[in-house]
């Protein structure tokens, strides 16, 4: 047993190691910041299912971290909520597959409301639909699941994650984001206590 998650660990680690840096990494960030520090837009990430759960977290952090950031499901959107979509934002989506029917229909529906809308797209499929239609694109390496079935979304998940955070902290350091910055978004819990005593050293210095 202890073989076997060893094994999972390692599969997964080199995963992230292959992970290509490349143009679209930087374009996406140009374009975030673009969109929301200089033209007072938000940026909404989507992805259906775990995909789906990964975009949220990538929102979240961005948000805490001084980049307005919302998840809009790509389901719910065709129910009302495509309308928190606005002008200047910026749409991030991630599909493994680079073919996800609902995001597929989520890019149509914005385009619809918002012609034009920046689109920034994270997937495994250079080849696929949402590839062909992002202003910027952002390449997983298409690592192969740790899953035995080789179906259950882990590997590449795991690799999503990591790419949402090398844009999150890549951004915090384009905008010079601080421990007081924080501090102003996260007062509750050991985060807050941690940042505003961060803070107040840098204060003093």
């Known amino acids: ?9 390692e599969h997964e680690a080199q995963a992230i190691l292959n992970i290509p840096v490349e143009d679209g990494m930087i374009e996406a960030i140009n374009l975030i910041h673009r969109q929301v520090h200089m033209k007072k837009g938000k940026l909404v990430t989507s992805g259906m299912g775990k995909a789906g759960q990964i975009a949220l977290n990538i929102a979240t952090t961005f948000s805490s971290t001084g980049t307005p950031a919302v998840f809009l499901h790509p389901s719910e959107s065709q129910h009302g909520d495509l309308g ?43 080849e696929g639909v949402l590839a062909r239609e992002a202003d910027a694109f952002i390449y997983t390496g298409n690592p192969k699941e740790v899953c035995p079935l080789g179906l259950s979304p882990t590997t590449s998940t795991t690799v999503m994650t990591v ?34 005593s961060q803070a107040r050293t840098e204060s003093k210095k």
């Open 163 to 196: 790419i949402g955070d090398a844009l999150v902290v890549s951004m915090m350091n384009k905008i010079g984001f601080s421990n007081e910055d924080y501090a102003k978004r996260h007062h509750g819990g050991y985060l807050g206590d941690k940042s505003r």
């Open 1 to 9: 047993m202890k073989d076997t998650i060893k094994k999972v660990i």
């Open 84 to 126: 928190v979509l606005q002008e200047n934002d910026v749409l991030l989506v991630i599909s493994n597959s680079g073919k996800t029917r609902e995001i597929i229909e989520l890019i149509d529906l914005a385009e619809n409301l918002h012609k034009g809308l920046p689109l920034i797209v994270i997937s495994s499929n250079p």
